[in-house]
């Protein structure tokens, strides 16, 4: 039988020799047999996972995200799991400036009086000239890196251990004080969880922007909520802990916060850089060649 | 007697041999007698320049804007006018990419979502891959050219006129419909005035985004508020025709607009950078040299 491959679009180049299959995690799955190289539909919930118990002949996994945790349980032995690191870089980077840039520039009192036609002006704040804490430098921070830098911001880089040009987590609460914007890319780990809680918040400047662009656990929503409240502290979030965050939460309300629905990597610069992953793995696959991203 | 200097700031390194009163636009002015180089307030409306009549000793006048059309008619024979040429260049391309960011990422809808607490999430517009029509391509152009290219945007440039690598403005009607992203940047002169109108905006695709940071009358309103009702472009604009604009006129409630009042050269970034040119000024001015940025 000739090898199957199931894709989450119609209009890949495909090898010759292999079969596809279009499954975009809407509506019934095609028949799976003889499916061998799997991509999973992005960011479509939980029902696309399940179809890989149903695939006897799976040799390969494609994942277009970047953290697959939650998929490694499912992956039976013997099959490759690789993951789309790298393909939400931009979108990330692209969403963490407009974060910053809505905070910095005052967007929302912009739009406040856009509702009832008022031309009031006054100065704002800037980017430039700000000191930029990058707490996680991977290709994610690396993107945001050259946004800021584009915009004269001084940025201080900050990873899990310190390297040349780069500081190591633990000297955080030193740089804390001197920043007066602090941006998040952290994955969800043990080493993670609650990094920012009220005494890093307390080390801050008044009127420093936190900025989350991770995962939600990094902060203490609760320590981070009374800064806001105080009116101490600004926040822009595309991340939150808990993810939704409830409706009456007080978070969402407060003039200093700005929320947006963990949508950083879900924009329309994913999809060509994902089809090019796509159709490079394809080829690796018909030729018998290693694939990229594994995970295991 | 020594000579003054009138400055808008009471902070600045003033070299020997200079008095110094300080007039930040506000209240009553200082005795003017002996001023011989006068720094205008910026942005401080029609009071400050007034007092350039009541200088008899006047030598020099510096103005903190970079168009100071409005002043030529005030500055007497033999005085010196400086102006604010590149202090504003990275506050402008600040808000430019703060205004295509918040159109491309929804951010209207997000902070319309917060309202309500409401955690709905839709993939979005992005920056990269977008091919961004540049139209005026001096210093402020080039500052928002650094933001575009660290975001992998496809640039193209075009000036009044063509030069290596950058496009005459007579090909304009050419260069229209293969942008998504338009970016005026344009002074106000009988060769800019209504440049986009109702042609133009037709030349351009479907939802395309259409920015103004520069005068507003490059644009035609009603030709635009008639696109942007229609559904057919976005814009997102720091500047109109008229300002400011009328609290009722249609354009402020359409869901494809994003409006600030004329806030684009107003941030934090300016003043380290004003106060650093008017210390120059003064030093060049205290040893009887060239002052630069002149315009006449």
Known sequence: MTPRVLLPWSDLTVPDGLDTAVYDGTGTPPDLDGVEFYVLPYDSGPEPPKLIAKMPSLKAVQSLSAGVDNLLPLIPDGVTLTNGRGLHDLSVAEHTLALILAAQR????????????????????????????????????????????????????????????????????????????????????????GLISAPELAALEDGALVVNVGRG????????????????????????????????????????????????????????????????????????????????
């Open 106 to 193: 005052d967007l929302p009192r912009w739009f406040r009086q856009q509702r009832t036609g008022s031309w009031d002006r006054e100065h704002t704040r800037s980017l430039a000239d700000e000191r930029v804490l990058l707490v996680g430098y991977g290709s994610i921070g690396k993107a945001i890196e050259r946004y800021l830098e584009a915009g004269e911001a001084d940025v201080v880089r900050v990873a899990s251990t310190a390297r040349e040009g780069v500081h190591g987590i633990d000297e955080l609460p030193e740089l804390l004080p001197g920043a007066s914007i602090v941006v998040l890319i952290l994955p969800d780990t043990p080493a993670t969880r």
């Open 217 to 296: 656990t990094a902060i203490d929503t609760a320590a981070l909520t009374k800064e806001v409240a105080d009116g101490r502290l600004r926040a822009a979030l595309d991340v939150v802990d808990p993810e939704p965050l409830p409706a009456d939460h007080p978070l969402w309300q407060l003039p200093g916060a700005i929320i947006t629905p963990h949508v950083a990597g879900g924009s329309d610069s994913f999809h060509p850089r994902a089809k090019r992953l796509v159709e490079q793995q394809l080829a690796r696959f018909a030729r018998g060649e290693p694939l990229v991203n594994v995970v295991r």
